[in-house]
């Protein structure tokens, strides 16, 4: 999270929390396998075409050959209708030659297009494994940037996420406002009821979030008990009203919790760190103002 010193004013640097490295060390071994995986898809694409290139070329030989056939059966015909014209034996002899190679040119047009037959098919099942890939090395960089427990961006992505958010926003004109949320009593929760009763408030809350914002509202964990929502075309006063309602509804579900919010719009020369570091002082603020123990 964005750092406090103890008079509670926002510092500069950068406290991770536990796991984080954890985390983005397994999203990273999660991205170079999803771009193993779209190397491989692109070299069966390339087997694939190369694969058909071949069987086309074997079918353009196999119509040669096919011809060819044709013409010495024709050839043949000729020498075979003068023998009734006194033709010698040895124009039957080379009539039968003739035939016997363009009964050899079918049979190797016919190899032809069974070996093209064959190259067409394998080339489809290259063309099948490479969509395999594609769709495992899109299930891979699903799961390295959103989290196991609450289907959140992980920081990293979410990071990348806020800035095309805020960029989007700033060509369309329009507001942004950013969230910093606290889930209330975590740790006392973990501490008390243990992990299992702390992972199931964050679902809830996670879930909450979720459906009280919209659907292409940008909700981001980042770290072990705050999460970072981005919200679009909203007023600073229509976010707290979708914050409001958020506990509203903790407050009456079975894992029963509370959020503290911090909220802060974008300005014309905001970078992302900038916007987070003002909503995570008004997080603060409200917490001074609520009389709630900092974390």
């Known amino acids: 999270m964005v750092s406090r010193d103890c008079s509670g004013q926002v510092g500069g640097g950068e406290s991770r929390p536990p796991g984080s490295h954890e985390r983005d060390r397994a999203g990273d071994e999660h991205d170079r396998a999803s771009d193993q995986r779209d190397q491989a898809a692109r070299q069966r694409d390339q ?64 190899q032809d297009r069974q070996v093209g037959s064959r190259d067409r098919i394998e080339a489809e099942l290259d063309r099948n494994n490479a969509l395999a890939d594609r769709g495992a090395s899109a299930r891979e960089r699903e799961s390295s940037s959103h989290d196991d427990l609450t289907g959140a961006y992980l920081r990293g992505a979410g990071l990348v996420e806020l800035e095309r958010d805020i960029a989007r926003a700033r060509r369309t004109e329009q507001s942004l406002v950013l969230a910093f949320v606290d889930v209330d009593g975590l740790k006392d929760v973990n501490d008390s009821r243990g992990h299992a009763a702390g992972d199931r408030m964050l679902l809830e809350v996670a879930k909450t979030l979720s459906a009280q914002l919209r659907s292409y509202d940008l909700i981001i964990r980042f770290g072990g008990d705050e999460f970072v929502c981005a919200m679009a075309r909203l007023t600073m006063a229509e976010a707290a009203k979708r914050f409001a309602l958020v506990n509203a509804v903790l407050a009456e579900a079975p894992e029963r919790g509370s959020i503290t919010i911090g909220l802060a719009e974008l300005q014309p020369d905001d970078s992302p760190e900038d916007l987070l570091a003002r909503a995570d002082a008004a997080l603060y603020r409200e917490r001074q103002h609520s009389n709630t123990p900092p974390r």
């Open 47 to 110: 087997a694939g075409d190369q694969r058909d290139q071949a069987a086309e070329h074997r079918d353009q030989a196999a119509e040669h050959r096919d011809q060819a056939a044709e013409q010495r059966d024709r050839d043949a015909e000729q020498s075979e209708s003068r023998v009734g014209a006194g033709t010698p034996a040895d124009a039957l002899s080379h009539s039968a030659l003739v035939r016997r190679d363009a009964a050899s040119d079918r049979g190797d047009a016919s």
